[in-house]
């Protein structure tokens, strides 16, 4: 029988694979500088240049915690992503969207096929202190705290008939307080916390920290794709073929992920809240995917932990960068995998692919590759524009093209706008729509009598399609193909 797929046997089957894995036992500070120092080797996406993708990193020596270490930069590359889910990069949305349509359920296991639970510390113990046993990073000097990045939040309906998983931003605040901020709106988590707080009743949470890919990446998937009953659990169990192994909580009423390196387990307080920076009076929250520090929320919801377990052999703490590729891996892949499902439905067989660049931090920012046959599809692909916006309300900007262009290269992308593309008639601008609030243009100030409340925003498209009549007036140089053109490199 094989072995379950997990965190440990990814980073296996990394090393296996030149350049994607790296790790050092130079001593480093969680606080600030082992973000600082991946920044140059691997981050990648919108964090302050200069940066770069390359391989995930593994720093053993982490100050202050002896025993544990640190990951980052997992996902931060597509092409690592691929590798590690044994798929070709460019259709990894296909993919996910499959998964989406064949999920297969978690199962529970117990605490002594769980190595996740291993080792136990409860917080009645009078040495008790979760910032002395979670190496949780501070990504910049100016953060709130020490966050948790990666944590996947399990939580259930008060009834437990529904649950689901996702990923939020904590904060380390005392000995065993959390904060958390759910964002309003759509996510199955903060649905369950209502329905606590109607009762007013504490909701039972598990945090699973260390995870295989296939968890985090299918976590963030969101309503309509994933509606409210649909645990994003089963798009992993669909992607690695296995189901997802759970754990009862040794100290709360819920479940665990059996095979995480971590598990943080608390309850969200009902009708309670505090400031997010309330230990660093910065201002700041941390760096965020858009690239800028997040603000402070001043009442965000708070978690009272009530035990940790983990791992027994050195522990795995896994981070990430707000900003990085890696954000984009989580984010942008599942959103192209919410794209291609509603438009398959809608316009079959004339969206051929779907790109979230890491301009647009997987959120923002959409490219569709467009295949016409005939007259009758000319106008179908500013159709497929408005379906994406349907289908993530987060998007901002769509850039459409035609399917001889390359959707993972930018310089082919901007050929097409300067090239099939006249601003007068291919621009469509939607007015007063709903998008992501950390985006910092979206506030009334930006734009007074446009954006009335924050978290607004105009929504673009850019039709860089070549109208159907004119598609033999458009065609690329042709050269000749060559197929043993590798010879010349040896």
């Known amino acids: 029988m094989t072995e379950p797929y997990d965190l440990r046997k990814v980073l296996a089957e990394l090393k296996e694979m030149p350049g994607q894995y790296h790790e050092t036992d130079v001593e480093i500070d969680p606080h600030a500088e082992l973000a600082g120092v991946y920044r140059y080797i691997g981050a990648g996406g919108t964090v302050m240049r200069p940066t770069q993708i ?51 359920k978690p199962i529970k296991v117990s605490r002594e096929q769980a190595p996740a639970q291993e080792v136990v510390h409860l917080a009645s113990d009078a040495d008790f202190d979760i910032r002395k046993l979670v190496a949780a990073p501070t990504n910049t000097e100016y953060d709130a705290g020490p966050y948790i990045t990666m944590g996947v939040v399990y939580g259930s309906s008060p009834d437990k008939k529904i649950s689901d998983v996702t990923i939020h931003r904590m904060v380390l605040e005392d000995r ?29 949470i598990t945090i699973s920290i260390g995870l295989d890919p296939a968890i985090s990446i299918g976590t963030t998937f969101e309503p309509p ?41 608390g309850e969200i307080l009902p009708h309670e809240t505090i400031r997010e920076d309330m230990n660093t009076n910065t201002g700041y929250a941390m760096p965020e995917f858009p690239g800028y520090n997040g603000e402070a929320n001043p009442a965000v919801n708070v978690i009272k932990v009530k035990a940790v377990t ?47 660049p890491s301009a647009g931090g997987g959120k923002f920012m959409t490219i569709m590759q467009i295949h016409k046959e005939n007259a009758a599809d000319e106008g179908i692909q500013r159709q497929a524009a408005l379906l994406a916006f349907s289908a993530f309300k987060e998007l901002k900007t769509v850039i459409l093209v035609d399917d001889d262009v390359d959707i993972f290269d930018m310089n082919d992308v901007i050929w097409t706008i300067n090239t099939r593309f006249q601003a007068h008639q291919d621009i469509m601008v939607l007015e007063g729509m709903r998008n992501h609030p950390l985006d910092p243009s979206e506030r009334p100030e930006y734009s007074p009598g446009i954006i009335r409340f924050k978290g607004m925003s105009s ?32």
């Open 176 to 204: 065993d307080t959390l904060g958390i901020y759910i964002m309003p709106g759509g996510r199955h988590i903060g649905h369950f916390l209502e329905e606590y707080q109607a009762l007013d009743k504490p909701m039972p």
């Open 54 to 104: 390359g391989p995930t990193m593994m720093f053993n020596n982490v100050k202050g915690f002896p025993g544990t270490r640190v990951l980052t930069g997992i996902m931060a590359s597509r092409q690592r992503v691929g590798q590690i889910l044994k798929h070709d990069y460019r259709t990894l949305g296909q993919l996910l969207n499959q998964a989406v349509s064949n999920p297969v």
């Open 225 to 265: 794709t994933t509606p409210l009953g649909y645990n994003e659990l089963w798009v992993a169990g669909s992607l690695r073929n296995e189901p997802v192994q759970l754990v009862d909580g040794v100290a709360v009423d819920e479940v665990g992920l059996a095979r995480a390196e971590f598990i943080i387990e």
């Open 310 to 356: 983990h791992r027994k052999d050195r522990p795995i703490m896994q981070t990430t960068i707000g900003p990085s590729e890696e954000h984009v891996s989580m984010a942008g892949i599942p959103t192209e995998a919410s794209i291609l499902n509603l438009v398959d439905k809608a316009i079959p067989g004339k969206v051929v692919n779907v790109y979230n």
């Open 459 to 490: 929504k673009l498209v850019l039709d860089g399609t070549v109208p159907f009549d004119l598609k033999g007036e458009f065609q690329r140089a042709q050269f000749k193909e060559v197929t043993d053109w590798q010879k010349y490199l040896q």
